[in-house]
């Protein structure tokens, strides 16, 4: 078994490679190595990958038509997972158009490829962000999601209607996976628990928007790799007239599927800092502050789907995953 995953020096990505490798997998890593966020942290986590007999990596961003569109009759991949993308909120009010070309323009030039060489089974990223400013909970792969409320959301909603044509017209096997905040050793340090940590070590105050009043269905990484790889192996079918009919809103008669990967257990944000506080054995000062533009006021996951169709829900308490996260970060920065 041969898979592709792209963004493979990212944090989840990463976290995803190491688990295939650990069940003998052979892996083919691609990655852009953007500035978007440090990195030398994206090297220290390719340096941990190179060595091992079944991984290649490859410097090469989806936007490269000629290169996707090549590279895939040249290896031959059996499944493919789409973890590359410009990630961010609030960073696609600065830089849309690192938007949509990495998240849709680079998505399209890698549907054509498993199309052309008839991949078992496409399995991609998308996002809670996709919700919006929904205010029904927790969310449902059923609910509406017509009104994103920043790009980054929109340019993953786009994800989704493509790769349901896609699925639709060559019969092509997708899964969509929205995720909710991950989390975990190895993180991004664009994410708040990262900033949070760095800043209570570096003994600095922390910025909390809408003045702490959120939520978050915070998700620990090896829950979400655990999700992934169960889906990856099941690739959907497409359903008779008759199921379809019965079914959810969400199944049709294309071999396409959405699932929600959360914790299913939302947390308060003052919370969760007070649990990164004990983790740190350190308080800090904090500066309340407005809403962002582009930020919602809570995500929680529905995940009964992902339970009836591959026996799994994330279970990582906030303490545990929190713990986990500051044993790293001292390792790897102190």
């Known amino acids: 078994m041969k898979v592709l995953v792209t963004g493979v020096a990212g944090f989840i990505g990463y976290h995803l490679t190491q688990r295939l490798l650990a069940e003998d997998i052979e892996v083919y890593g691609i990655d852009n190595l953007n500035d978007y966020y440090d990195v030398k942290l994206k090297k220290a986590r390719l340096a941990q990958l190179q060595p091992q007999a079944r991984f290649t990596f490859e410097l090469l961003d989806l936007v490269n038509r000629d290169r996707i569109l090549q590279l895939f009759p040249e290896q031959s991949f059996d499944y493919v997972i789409n973890l590359a993308a410009q990630a961010g909120v609030r960073y696609s009010l600065e830089n849309p158009f690192a938007y949509v070309d990495s998240n849709m323009s680079g998505f399209v030039n890698l549907l054509e490829g498993c199309r052309q060489t008839q991949v078992k089974h496409l399995v991609f990223a998308s996002s809670s962000s996709v919700y919006g400013a929904n205010t029904k909970v927790p969310f449902s792969v059923t609910d509406n999601v017509d009104h994103p409320i920043s790009l ?27 995720f909710f905040t991950v989390y975990g050793p190895w993180g991004r340090p664009d994410m708040a628990y990262f900033k949070f940590v760095k800043a209570i070590q570096e003994g600095k ?3 909390v928007y809408n003045f702490g009043k959120m939520k978050r269905d915070f998700t620990y990484v090896d829950d979400v790799i655990e999700g992934v790889v169960r889906v990856m192996h099941k690739p959907p079918k497409i ?16 071999p396409y599927k959405l699932y929600n990967i959360g914790n299913n257990s939302p947390v308060e944000l003052m919370t969760f800092i007070e649990v990164i506080e004990k983790a740190l054995g350190q308080t800090v000062e904090k500066n309340f502050l407005p809403m962002q533009p582009g ?14 169709d591959v026996g799994f829900k994330p279970s990582t ?7 986990r996260f500051v044993r790293w970060y001292q390792h790897y920065y102190l």
């Open 152 to 178: 980054y959301a929109a340019s993953k909603k786009a994800n989704e209607l493509i790769a349901h044509v896609y699925s639709h017209l060559y019969n092509l096997p997708a899964t969509g996976l929205r």
């Open 205 to 207: 105050a922390i910025d």
């Open 295 to 308: 930020d919602v006021l809570s995500t929680y996951a529905d995940v009964d789907d992902l339970m009836k």
């Open 317 to 323: 308490t906030i303490e545990e995953g929190i713990h």
């Open 239 to 254: 359903n008779s007239k008759e199921a379809a009919n019965l079914a959810q809103a969400s199944t049709n008669q294309a």
